[in-house]
């Protein structure tokens, strides 16, 4: 498929992602390593279409993430993280990237760097800075002089288009970037010793020097933080999660299937509660997609509901992990056994920002609410 061109009207995004996490699932123990990265799994989503397909259906795109309700892009990034956890945070961030140009980007912005989308490029979201050195700029002849860092900054040295958070000391203000950056520098990885995503090539991205033009530069200072997208985007974090809730779940149920414990109660009760976990989480995660996608909540509401959902789908992850463990028993700690990467994989993803806080700030706009418990996600303002 010509990435520079317009997809096809037809174009199925979940079955190319369907497609993708098969591929996925077949390579998904080979890159668990320290130096892993899904080279080949990218390089199927640029040929399946789905790098170019976020792009907006007016600017020669799929439009994925446009339709009613968000679910197709729930879709392809539950499958997507159920091929590969590393893979579907990875496809997360490029996701991230393109809407928020389309949001905050202008008529120019959209076109150069939609075209690189389609061009095939991986584009990344990078917040996150060390505790000093974080990435400053200055504007000075030449455009914006870039001086600092990030971390955590997963698919450093991959990401060929990096959206970054930029502080402007002259200004008082955050503005965000996109970087042209070329694969293989600039990154390095040497911190990224985790316990699970080692292939999601996670680690410090070196700025200095670097001198981009001031278009490079999107939206309004401190437009990143604006909500309710800041906080509500979470909800496409969430939709990976399940993908890898249910890889988990499943390899749990083959285990059990195949060595003949399926007459075993005990082992039955288990699979159902985790049935249960695992589509409570779903629910979660369909509504809020829904809910942001529509966005008939106050801004508030909105968000008390995405950090909701954020924890419910964290709570049946752990929940369906503990009672895979408890099944499988030592088999499933041990190197080869579907499971073992599988739940590294998903207990570090589990693992988001501020969970106290998310919870704890929700608790209070209910509090502050009122009216039936009922009325609480309905939409209804009176």
């Known amino acids: 498929?010509?990435?520079?061109?317009?997809?096809?009207?037809?174009?199925?995004?979940?079955?190319?992602?369907?497609?993708?996490?098969?591929?996925?699932?077949?390579?998904?123990?080979?890159?668990?390593?320290?130096?892993?990265?899904?080279?080949?799994?990218?390089?199927?989503?640029?040929?399946?279409?789905?790098?170019?397909?976020?792009?907006?259906?007016a600017e020669g795109g799929a439009g994925l993430g446009e339709e009613p309700g968000a679910g197709r892009l729930m879709e392809v990034l539950r499958l997507l993280g159920y091929g590969s956890l590393a893979l579907g945070r990875l496809y997360e961030g490029h996701i991230?990237?393109?809407?928020?140009?389309?949001?905050?980007?202008?008529?120019?912005?959209?076109?150069?760097?939609?075209?690189?989308?389609?061009?095939?490029?991986?584009f990344g979201v990078w917040n996150t800075e060390p505790p000093e050195g974080g990435l400053t700029l200055s504007v000075r002849p030449g455009g914006l002089h870039l001086a600092g860092a990030k971390t955590f900054a997963s698919g450093a040295g991959h990401v060929t288009r990096a959206l970054a958070t930029a502080r402007d000391p002259d200004a008082g203000a955050t503005l965000m970037l996109v970087v042209p950056l070329e694969p293989g520098t600039r990154a390095n990885l040497s911190a990224w010793r985790a316990h699970g995503m080692r292939a999601s090539a996670t680690g410090t991205l070196d700025f200095d020097g670097l001198v981009v033009p001031e278009?490079?530069?999107?939206?309004?200072?401190?437009?990143?933080?604006?909500?309710?997208?800041?906080?509500?985007?979470?909800?496409?974090?969430?939709?990976?999660?399940?993908?890898?809730?249910?890889?988990?779940?499943?390899?749990?149920?083959?285990?059990?299937?195949?060595?003949?414990?399926?007459?075993?109660?005990?082992?039955?009760?288990?699979?159902?509660?985790?049935?249960?976990?695992?589509?409570?989480?779903?629910?979660?995660?369909?509504?809020?997609?829904?809910?942001?996608?529509?966005?008939?909540?106050?801004?508030?509401?909105?968000?008390?509901?995405?950090?909701?959902?954020?924890?419910?789908?964290?709570?049946?992850?752990?929940?369906?992990?503990?009672?895979?463990?408890?099944?499988?028993?030592?088999?499933?700690?041990?190197?080869?056994?579907?499971?073992?990467?599988?739940?590294?994989?998903?207990a570090t993803y589990l693992r988001q920002p501020a969970p106290d806080g998310a919870l704890t700030g929700a608790a209070d706009e209910i509090l502050r609410a009122g009216g039936l418990a009922g009325d609480l996600w309905t939409g209804d303002r009176t």
């Open 215 to 346: 278009d490079a530069a999107l939206g309004d200072p401190d437009a990143y933080y604006r909500q309710p997208d800041f906080s509500g985007g979470a909800w496409r974090f969430t939709a990976v999660q399940l993908g890898g809730i249910e890889a988990v779940f499943d390899a749990w149920r083959e285990h059990i299937v195949r060595l003949g414990r399926g007459r075993d109660p005990h082992q039955l009760a288990r699979l159902g509660e985790g049935a249960i976990a695992v589509e409570s989480a779903r629910l979660w995660v369909r509504r809020a997609a829904k809910a942001m996608s529509e966005a008939t909540l106050p801004p508030g509401r909105l968000i008390a509901y995405i950090n909701l959902a954020r924890l419910a789908v964290e709570r049946a992850g752990l929940e369906v992990l503990q009672l895979a463990q408890r099944s499988v028993g030592l088999q499933g700690f041990l190197r080869g056994h579907s499971l073992e990467r599988l739940g590294r994989d998903l």
């Open 1 to 57: 498929m010509d990435q520079r061109t317009p997809l096809n009207i037809a174009y199925d995004a979940v079955r190319a992602a369907r497609e993708a996490c098969k591929l996925a699932s077949g390579r998904a123990s080979a890159e668990d390593r320290d130096d892993g990265f899904p080279t080949e799994d990218i390089s199927d989503l640029r040929r399946l279409g789905l790098l170019a397909a976020p792009v907006l259906t």
């Open 96 to 122: 991230n990237a393109l809407q928020l140009i389309a949001r905050y980007g202008d008529a120019g912005q959209r076109a150069r760097l939609f075209s690189d989308a389609r061009a095939g490029h991986l």
